[in-house]
């Protein structure tokens, strides 16, 4: 408070005819560059949507006008859903199949190992939490390769356990949940345990209802790291047609059409692939951003 | 349900067998701490520990990728000594992605990181109005899949596309615009930029052609191709709402003190930002500038949509070039020795950074 009015003090004291102008002159500066980003980051989407309800000689000619000049259509959507080279309303089934259960492997496995590691006293605690710590050192790129030959070793490559089992749990998840129950407090479960609950009991009843917070953090990444996954479905299922998530689609339909794109059919497969996650991050927006902000910081 | 029979019994009866209590409860303990990290370490074990170990062991073989990889045969150090050592093809290429990465890592890297902490700062800026609105748009491109927002580029950038169409209206007052191939130039950035001094290969220096790991010194400096380049804008484009909400979320923790304490002792705008909030950010920078690191050392899915490491081989990164070995021209083995070069030099890179700029965040 002191110091507050000091600055007051300060800066009536100091007069300076200039400020409320300079001030102003700040806010717009300032407003001007947040919004020619804001277009910068958004307007290519806008463009996308627009052009994805032309006909192709229109998004040839006229791709700047967000309307349609030759009529409104919905061939480019008819084209990819009905395509003969790739069976989309399966891909788009194996996308949501592969994301959800991505995402509810996370939720559970990762949030069980996080507790253990934060919470259970057991031999091999140390090792366990450094192998997973190891691991994730290792840059995804690195694994192209080493993926592609347990998956072989295994017999896994272009089957659906294949798809999902090495993403069905990850070490960011586990180690996120793991500093999330180190912060809650330990009475709670030493009132449960009073209560003689057995400690399976204990983390699906009492502990796991207290973590929805970094719970959603978790589903929102595992569901969105899922659904635009390339690197992973590529290297387990990239020769199996019918196994192909919508990323991968959409890259084997730009391979497959050659020098001349048909841009209608590839404009309507990146808005049917982005519309999802669009919907959760609008709805979720929170979410979004405090996880964010909460694991970049926790790192 | 055994364990409830037991946390029953021991309510009932606690005095009774205590020893037996204390041990069966510690066992319990050992055994509910198990079975609750084994799924998660099973599936890492299984599918990232081992398989590393295992390729490790492959980079020494001439394992085709086709064949069970048992079948493949021990080649020493053949895979590593054709990437490093031995002059040839295998290397030129090899040293081609090394600099075709390090241009795109050493462009990317400043310019996404200045635009994310510049963006930052405005949206703290307490008068403003409408913030969320901005760090919403800001982060829509970062839930966005590589490959719809690569093909969204693909056609933004094409010959005809949007952006020529945008550059062509401003510039025709000024005497008009040939349409540019973003994505089939393999004119380097560097190598344009000479060019207006009118240095090309024809007058450049006699020591500018000697050969270096398969490429000329001239080669060498080109710069990142015009294709390149624009890849590197999409990077950019697409993290910088990722990293704005980190350094957002660090500016949000400076204690307001320390500005009103700066104000009193009449440090101006420009002072208080070089001397509180610059500092304040480093460890957070540093975070940035590391997972920033390591991301594009990576660079693969923009690449594989894109251009498929053309025109040129001037965007064939390491990525792209270990994943071109190992599934397009059967030489897993020697895709691998590549994945593990290519390891090293993150980490090296990692350490290099940490070592320069001191600790990163806990």
């Given amino acids: ?299 | 349900m055994a364990t409830n029979t037991l946390g029953a019994q021991q309510a009932v009866v606690p005095p009774v067998a205590p020893r037996q209590t204390v041990f069966s409860k510690t066992a319990q303990e050992w055994l509910a701490g198990f079975s609750f990290v084994a799924p998660a370490l099973i599936i890492v074990i299984v599918f990232i520990f081992i398989p590393i170990i295992y390729a490790f062991f492959i980079s020494f073989t001439n394992w085709t990728g086709l064949q069970p990889p048992a079948e493949a045969q021990n080649v020493g150090l053949a895979n590593y000594q054709a990437l490093l050592t031995n002059s040839g093809i295998v290397r030129t290429e090899f040293f081609r992605a090394v600099k075709n990465t390090v241009y795109y890592v050493l462009g990317v890297v400043p310019m996404q990181t200045i635009v994310a902490l510049f963006l930052a700062i405005i949206v703290n800026q307490k008068f403003l109005k409408g913030r969320s609105f901005f760090r919403t748009a800001f982060y829509f491109p970062s839930i966005t899949s590589s490959i719809v927002i690569s093909m969204i580029f693909l056609w933004l950038f094409n010959r005809n596309g949007i952006i020529n169409y945008f550059i062509g209206q401003i510039a025709a007052p000024l005497g008009g615009y040939k349409p540019e191939t973003w994505l089939n130039d393999p004119n380097g950035l560097i190598h344009n930029f000479l060019r207006l001094f009118g240095l090309t290969i024809n007058n450049a220096p006699d020591w500018m052609k000697t050969d270096v790991l398969g490429q000329s010194i001239w080669q060498w400096i080109s710069g990142p191709s015009v294709t390149m380049f624009t890849i590197m804008l999409l990077n950019v484009w697409t993290t910088s709402g990722t990293l704005m909400l980190i350094f957002l979320a660090a500016l949000q923790d400076i204690p307001g003190q320390l500005y009103e304490a700066a104000a009193v002792d009449g440090a101006n705008r420009w002072q208080q930002f070089r001397n509180i909030t610059l500092p304040m950010l480093r460890p957070t920078t540093f975070f940035v500038i590391t997972i920033g690191l390591i991301g594009t050392f990576q660079v693969f899915d923009q690449v594989y949509v894109i251009s498929k490491g053309q025109p040129a081989g001037t965007t064939a990164t390491i990525a792209w070039q270990l994943y071109r070995n190992a599934f397009r021209d059967s030489q897993a083995g020697l895709g691998a020795a590549t994945a593990f070069v290519l390891f090293v030099l993150i980490g090296f890179f990692t350490v290099i950074q940490r070592r320069l700029v001191g600790s990163s965040p806990k």
Avoid: C
């Fill in chain 1, 1 to 299: 408070m002191a110091t507050t009015t000091a600055t007051r003090v300060h800066l009536v004291t100091r007069r300076d005819p200039t400020r409320p102008l300079r001030h102003a002159i700040g806010v717009v500066l300032a407003y001007a560059v947040l919004i020619a980003f804001a277009l910068a980051l958004i307007l290519p989407f806008i463009f996308t949507v627009a052009n994805s309800f032309k006909t192709t000689s229109d998004i040839v000619s006229n791709p700047q006008l967000l309307y349609p000049t030759q009529g409104f259509t919905l061939a480019g959507y008819e084209k990819i859903l009905t395509s003969t080279q790739i069976n989309i309303p399966r891909v788009v089934f194996n996308s949501f199949l592969f994301a959800i259960l991505t995402m509810v492997g996370h939720l559970i496995f990762d949030s069980m190992a996080g507790y253990a590691l934060a919470r259970i006293g057991f031999p091999g605690r140390g090792l366990a939490f450094a192998t997973l710590v190891g691991t994730m050192m290792v840059p995804p790129i690195v694994l192209l390769i080493p993926r592609f030959l347990i998956l072989k070793q295994l017999n896994l490559v272009n089957t659906y356990g294949g798809l999902i089992l090495p993403t069905i749990a990850d070490a960011f998840g586990v180690f996120l949940m793991k500093q999330f129950f180190e912060s809650i407090p330990a009475d709670i479960e030493e009132a449960a345990a009073i209560d003689g609950a057995s400690r399976f009991r204990m983390f699906f009843v009492v502990i796991l209802p207290m973590a929805v917070p970094a719970l959603t953090a978790l589903a929102i990444f595992g569901f969105q790291g899922a659904w635009n996954n390339f690197t992973d479905p590529l290297i387990s299922v990239g020769s199996e047609k019918s196994l192909f998530t919508l990323p991968l689609a959409l890259a084997f339909l730009r391979g497959e059409t050659g020098d001349v794109l048909q841009w209608d059919m590839l404009l309507s497969g990146s808005v049917l692939t982005t519309l999802p996650m669009a919907v959760i991050f609008f709805v979720f927006q929170r979410f979004f951003i405090e996880g964010v902000t909460y694991t970049g910081i926790k790192g």
